[in-house]
């Protein structure tokens, strides 16, 4: 039995291979790229971290008289680095390759393997580029809490949806 | 250095372009006043719909007189324009606004005191941690963190997507 990926995963399976993909190139080794939900303070995940995660999606119609959509959608990316320097290096890196777009991929998912068929760009349409500052003093913080960064991107498909 | 000045709307001389420019904010003043209770109502839902718990009831504590996060945030007017919850306010009422946004681990394994009263027990539910009734307010010594729930984001993605509306519908007239 097989699973076909939704956009709303196929957005955030898209964007995890292409920074994987990215940050293997630019020589970073040892950071971690998961989805929304990963426990992140498991012991089994060391820092560096980023995770990758699809919010809300606004959808509109695109033309008059069809129900093709425009689908535009908030992709929240957070960094938990090991120190400031650290986050400060990798998110310059993540904007620098991010706002270049990236593939968007199709997934299905069959007895554990993923095949990924490429189809078409996602484009990025804005970053937020947001230190995170929970208002609580760093030491009392978990050690992974402390250097953390967030990234939020408005993105959509160059094309309109069927 | 030279300055480029390119003029994207066709059909119309460059005053007329100004002076609908410089007219905006007065022909889309309604709208833009109006958005502000649709921001308020949209960043409360947001909130609610990833609340894992009752609503807190303010006051009924006295180990923890802080505020719920919703009733902390309100729409704030001034002479030229609005905005949504006070960061002063929020940091003295309901200190905890941006742990519950971007998510937090430093609550884990210390004793909370929510805001129930003996008329206003927590709900028991299987899955979710327990209360302690203690002296006789109810605590609690959380095991997970705080999940981020960006409830500002999303806000903020509604907000810009509305703005666009608004630039849409007065540039067409």
Not at chain 1, 33 to 51: E, R
Not at chain 1, 77 to 101: C, H, M, P, W
Not at chain 1, 142 to 152: I, M, N, P, S, T
Not at chain 2, 83 to 110: E, Q, R
Request: hydrophobic share 35%; with cysteine.
């Amino acid at each position: 039995m097989s699973t076909t990926f939704r956009p709303s995963r196929n957005f955030e399976a898209s964007c995890q291979d292409y920074l994987e993909t990215e940050l293997a190139s630019g020589g970073w080794t040892g950071v971690t790229v998961a989805l929304k939900g990963t426990d992140v303070y498991s012991t089994s995940i060391d820092t560096p971290v980023i995770i990758v995660g699809l919010s809300t999606t606004d959808i509109r119609f695109g033309e008059v008289g069809s129900n093709s959509i425009f689908r535009e959608a908030l992709l929240i990316i957070t960094i938990y680095a090991n120190s400031d320097g650290q986050r400060l290096d990798l998110k310059d890196f993540l904007i620098s390759v991010l706002k270049e777009g990236f593939t968007y991929n199709t997934i299905v998912l069959a007895s554990k393997v993923e095949t990924k068929t490429a189809d078409g760009q996602v484009l990025v349409l804005g970053i937020d580029d947001t230190p995170i500052d929970v208002n609580i003093p760093k030491t009392n913080l978990h050690k992974k809490d402390r250097y953390r960064h967030e990234l939020v991107l408005r993105i959509t498909r160059a094309e309109l949806e069927a | 250095m030279p300055l480029r000045i390119e003029v994207i709307k066709k059909g119309k001389p460059i005053e007329k372009v100004i002076t609908e420019i410089k007219e905006f904010p007065v022909k889309a003043k309604n709208d833009l006043i109006k958005l502000a209770q649709q921001v308020l109502n949209k960043m409360h839902r947001n909130i609610n719909a990833e609340r894992k718990r009752d609503k807190k009831v303010h006051g009924l504590s006295p180990k923890d007189s802080k505020m719920s996060l919703i009733d902390a945030i309100q729409i704030e007017y001034f002479e030229n324009g609005w905005g949504i919850g006070n960061i002063s306010y929020l940091k003295a009422n309901s200190p905890h606004y941006l742990a519950i946004n971007w998510g937090s681990n430093h609550i884990v394994g210390k004793v909370l005191y929510g805001h129930f009263g003996e008329n206003s027990k927590p709900r028991s539910s299987g899955k979710r941690q327990p209360f302690y009734a203690t002296e006789p307010w109810y605590s609690m010594i959380p095991k997970k963190p705080i999940v981020g729930i960006n409830y500002i984001e999303k806000t903020n993605f509604f907000l810009v997507g509305k703005i666009q509306d608004i630039i849409a519908k007065w540039s067409k007239k």
